[in-house]
């Protein structure tokens, strides 16, 4: 079993930056992919970051390439999304996700393919 925690949510001006944390535990060891999701109330959830864990590859939904940034820690069991430039837009309810398996990357961004999901952090730009 895994569990996973998020923290670092808040309120923020435009333009301004968060950074997310997502604290894991349990299985930590088999976890191979893990994701960075949004939602807002009344669109589906969307994936926007996701890394290999194993070989640190890192994938970006063009909704956020160039101003968020995916990290991981793997001795600490912690994995981090930087977000800079912030819009209105951004403002969601965001989750992270874990595999146990190296998710192709064509489905990295399907919600399906992940097995456990942190409670969300509320992130607000306005």
């Known amino acids: 079993d895994v569990q996973l925690v998020e923290s670092g949510g808040g309120s923020v001006r435009p333009g301004g930056s968060l950074r997310l944390a997502c604290a894991a535990s349990g299985y930590t060891s088999g976890i191979q992919t893990m994701a960075w999701f949004r939602q807002t109330p009344g669109k589906e959830c969307e994936g926007i970051a996701a890394v290999h864990m194993g070989g640190g590859s890192t994938y970006y939904a063009d909704s956020v390439k160039g101003r968020f940034t995916i990290s991981q820690d793997n001795a600490k069991n912690m994995m981090y999304l930087q977000m800079n430039s912030l819009k209105p837009e951004d403002t969601a309810l965001y989750y992270c996700?874990?595999?146990?398996?190296?998710?192709?990357?064509?489905?990295?961004?399907?919600?399906?393919?992940?097995?456990?999901w942190g409670q969300g952090t509320q992130v607000t730009v306005s």
């Open positions: 996700a874990a595999s146990l398996y190296m998710i192709q990357i064509q489905m990295r961004f399907r919600a399906g393919e992940y097995g456990w």
